[in-house]
Each structure stands twice: as C-alpha cells, then as structure tokens.
C-alpha cells in the first residue's frame, strides 16, 4: 500500500516506515503531522485517484529532524563586461517518517489504541473523581469538627457570663446584717435601764 501526498509545492510516493526529506515544516523533533493532501492511493493493487483529493484518507508521520540540503554554488559572468558573481544556498529541511497510511474506516490497530487510550482515560478521571470525593469529605470533616469546636467555646462562654451575672444579682450575706441589728437592739435596752435606775436614785 503506497499513498501520494502534496507537501511544500511537490508530490512524494509514500509508504510505511519511509524516511522523507520534505520543504521546512515550523515542526519540533517529535512532533506528529497529518498530510491531509492525498492525491492518489493504492490498495492491493487499487488504484484510488482524488478529484483531486482522495476522502477519508491521510498520512500519519513524525518529525524526525531539520537539516539543510547540499550547497548549491551560483555562478554568474558576463565576459568582457567584467562582471562576476557568485553566491550559494543551502535549503531547509525536514526530515520525516511515516507511521500510517488511513483510508475510509481505521484499522483494527488504530481501533484497538483508541480503545485503549479510551479505557485509560476513563481511569484517570476515575481516580481524578474519587481523589476530589475523599478532598471534599476530608474539607467536611474539618468543618464539622471547627463548628463543633466552635460550638462550644460558645456553650462554654455563655455558661461563664450566666455565672458572672448570677454572682452579680445575687444579696450580699445578710450575717453581717443580723449581727449588726443584734447589737444596736441589744444596746438600746441597757441605756433605758441605766436611766431608770437614774432616777429612783
């Protein structure tokens, strides 16, 4: 299975595990590109040719590297004009590897890593979830343990200011008082018995 693809004003044969040095992509070493650009693909021995793009087909590739091709000298004279001139350029490139050539419906390898990557996705926002749960139950549990502290703290100083108020209203101890009357009273009689016996004398 081959596939040409259009890149940078040229066409390329492609196949499976090709090394291509293509026009300068703005591409990282690493990076994977899509060739949307397929004119022409052939499948056990069909041929399917785009008008002008063939649809549902792409190619798969990974950058590799960016190089610069061979110098080409440019040489310029005129004779007897006494005119010479000589430059040189070296054009940029990429170089490119194809993983996978797609057309119509993907293949059970691609189906299968989707699935996969499907799968692993879904673990991880399994676990992304269950780590959040535990987050908000542990968060609960300290604002239940804060407003129960708070509580009472609040109990506790409601309790002292009932004391300190019941101290407050609460009659000084009348013992004092008593012992006070009982002397006043038991002072007064002796004066009158002292005058009584005043004057009989």
Do not use: C
């Not at 509580?151 to 200011?161: I, L, M, N, P, R």
């Not at 300190?164 to 002796?190: H, L, N, V, Y």
């Amino acid at each position: 299975m081959f596939a040409v693809i259009k890149t940078g004003g040229k066409q390329y044969r492609t196949q499976e595990g090709d090394v291509l040095q293509i026009e300068k992509l703005n591409k990282d070493k690493g990076q994977k590109i899509i060739f949307d650009e397929v004119l022409l693909i052939e499948d056990n021995g069909k041929a399917v040719i785009g008008t002008p793009l063939v649809k549902d087909a792409s190619v798969k590739a990974v950058v590799l590297e960016n190089v610069k091709d061979k110098k080409v000298v440019v040489f310029k004279k005129k004779r007897r004009k006494r005119y010479k001139k000589k430059t040189g350029h070296r054009q940029q490139l990429t170089k490119v590897k194809i993983e996978e050539i797609v057309y119509g419906k993907p293949r059970a390898k691609s189906a299968q890593k989707s699935k996969e990557e499907a799968q692993k996705a879904k673990k991880t926002e399994k676990g992304a979830v269950s780590k959040k749960q535990s987050a908000v139950k542990k968060t609960a549990k300290k604002t239940v343990s804060e407003k129960k502290k708070t509580e009472g703290k609040a109990a506790k100083k409601v309790v002292s200011q009932k004391k300190k108020t019941e101290k407050k209203s609460k009659p000084k101890s009348t013992k004092k008082t008593q012992s006070k009357t009982g002397k006043k009273s038991q002072s007064r009689p002796a004066a009158k018995k002292k005058s009584s016996s005043a004057k009989k004398e």
